[in-house]
């Protein structure tokens, strides 16, 4: 379970408890439909075998025609078979695949609690349209909001997050196709209620398989980025064995920023983006230099410095960076214009710059390098104040300070750690003459 807090283990522990008391109801001797559980579990896990790994995402729609048709108890077991043996690229691959068994049977079982509460199964039933579009618009909300709720509270104690901006984001983003999904479920439920039967009811899933194509290349250009930058992110970390987990620090602490501003999710991905691959123009410095021990000379400083225009054109093709490459080129300029490689001043650095500014000098301090040793995060906050102002953004400083004073500091590193003995104490971030590299 390498990865996983264990703070975030009982959390996925308590969930599965939760869906064992929820279906509990279900068991044999109670009037369960099981041919119906049986027949929507099955093709629920089809889709996530087969059409899962072809277009990525959840049959839906599957989930809460469950949901409107069946008991809550019913309803939550059909996603547990396909859950339990759906595909998982990441370690540890049965902690994860319990979890998404377990929220996903939660989430289904509150759907179909109001649902039924507002008489939506005999709307259903009775093809009581438009009123059963009703209870299962009530149904759709609360399946997106458990799910929200569920997986925000997941990643706000394995990756320290903010829960509640964490689960509103999450929330708003499903929000609208699950609506789509919702609609689907609910004529798959009204037709199987219908003299046409379960047949005619599959056959919703046809037009419901296209939109979910058409949803499958956003995901795919999606992860065709992430290995992009994985791959420049990669190339980086080999070069400088020193800094690896530096890119993903960065780009966490700057996420934390950018949600602490109030920024939007499209701004907050680009901050991602900028902090993880700010240092990608290393690939163009000596490696000699870069694994140096001790100060650098003003010569070799001054071809370290050249990274961020190396940076920049690195990913001058790229894109979808948007405006991190604006970060990448700028996040060693300074406020007060003492900085590199064009000595903006104030407004004149880019948001994004200034940002990553702050979470590069963050990490450096609380990491231990070639150079320095690392410190404790309380000091390194109490450095970043003194800096602001002068080297660095006082709105972006205060917004970090804030964020990890409140919530703490645990970023979450995928690249393996490397920490080698340190020879000589610490500096501050200021410190040209070893400057964070």
């Not at 339990?84 to 996903?104: I, K, M, T």
């Not at 000098?361 to 410190?375: E, G, K, P």
């Amino acid at each position: 379970m390498e990865g996983i807090p264990a703070r975030a283990r009982v959390y996925a522990a308590c969930a599965v408890l939760g869906t064992l008391l929820c279906t509990v109801p279900s068991l044999p001797g109670a009037p369960t439909p099981w041919w119906a559980v049986a027949l929507l579990a099955a093709l629920y896990a089809g889709g996530e075998r087969i059409a899962g790994r072809r277009f990525a995402g959840t049959l839906h729609p599957v989930l809460l025609a469950g949901a409107f048709l069946l008991a809550p108890s019913a309803a939550a077991l059909v996603p547990l078979p396909g859950a339990l043996f759906s595909h998982v690229e990441r370690r540890p691959v049965a902690l994860r695949r319990v979890w998404r068994a377990a929220h996903a049977s939660l989430a289904v079982w509150a759907a179909a609690r109001v649902h039924g509460a507002l008489g939506g199964r005999d709307a259903v039933v009775g093809s009581d349209l438009p009123y059963a579009l009703v209870p299962a618009g009530a149904a759709v909300l609360v399946f997106c909001a458990a799910l929200a709720l569920l997986d925000g509270g997941m990643r706000a104690l394995a990756e320290g997050l903010p829960p509640r901006r964490l689960c509103r984001g999450l929330f708003l983003r499903s929000l609208a196709p699950l609506a789509v999904h919702g609609l689907a479920g609910l004529m798959i439920a009204v037709l199987w209620r219908s003299p046409y039967g379960p047949v005619a009811a599959l056959l919703v899933l046809f037009p419901t398989t296209v939109s979910w194509w058409v949803f499958a290349q956003y995901h795919r250009e999606r992860a065709a980025h992430q290995a992009t930058i994985r791959a420049l992110v990669q190339a980086v970390d080999i070069k400088d064995g020193y800094t690896r987990g530096h890119s993903e620090r960065v780009g966490q602490a700057s996420v934390l920023i950018g949600r602490e501003l109030g920024m939007d999710e499209g701004r907050i991905e680009m901050l991602r983006f900028a902090g993880i691959l700010h240092d990608v123009g290393k690939l163009g410095v000596p490696t000699r230099l870069l694994r140096k021990d001790g100060p650098l000379t003003p010569e070799e400083r001054r071809v370290i410095e050249l990274h961020p225009e190396y940076g920049h054109e690195i990913t001058r093709g790229i894109s979808f960076l948007g405006e991190a490459r604006s970060a990448i080129l700028h996040h060693h300029e300074r406020i007060d214009g003492k900085g590199y490689p064009y000595g903006l001043v104030g407004s004149q650095i880019p948001e994004p710059a200034r940002v990553v500014a702050v979470a590069d000098a963050f990490d450096a301090m609380t990491s231990t390098r070639s150079y320095s040793r690392a410190r404790p995060v309380h000091v390194a906050l109490e450095e970043l104040r003194r800096c602001a102002g002068s080297q660095l953004d006082p709105r972006m400083v205060e917004a970090l300070t804030h964020v990890i004073t409140r919530d703490g500091w645990h970023p979450v590193v995928t690249a393996e750690e490397t920490r080698p003995g340190v020879p000589s104490q610490s500096q501050a971030p200021d410190d040209r003459s070893g400057a964070h590299r």
